[in-house]
């Protein structure tokens, strides 16, 4: 798992999500569900690839239940991207690679590529 994803909880939610100074991706997830343990290297790619532009924090649901009534996440996985303290876009479901880059695409810009 990438050295660069927080794993909040209710209690940090707040500080960890809706007040941070950059946008940030929050994966809600549970450890029964399939379909995030699929997406779980596409989101450690995310916060390696979109370093310094996007926060990855991940929330597991059934340890952490408030913030996801909050923001009524009904199924798992489910993405939702944040900027400026709001929900900016949603994403329920596993997706591939180029979906989920192609949801940050839309929202953020494309991330520059290593030349190396």
Not at 44 to 61: C, F, I
Not at 67 to 87: C, D, E
Not at 89 to 96: F, N, P, R, W, Y
Request: glycine share 6%; with cysteine; proline share 5%.
């Amino acid at each position: 798992m990438s050295e660069q994803i927080v794993h909040t909880t209710d209690a940090k939610f707040e500080a960890d999500v809706i007040k941070s100074n950059m946008p940030v991706l929050v994966d809600f997830w549970a450890e029964w569900c399939g379909p995030c343990h699929a997406i779980a290297p596409l989101i450690d790619q995310v916060a390696t690839n979109y370093q310094g532009r996007l926060r990855v924090v991940k929330v597991n649901v059934d340890e952490n239940p408030i913030a996801a009534q909050k923001f009524n996440v009904r199924s798992i996985p489910t993405l939702l991207l944040f900027k400026g303290g709001a929900v900016a876009a949603q994403q329920v479901g596993a997706l591939s690679r180029a979906q989920l880059e192609g949801f940050l695409n839309a929202r953020l810009g494309a991330p520059e590529r290593s030349t190396a």
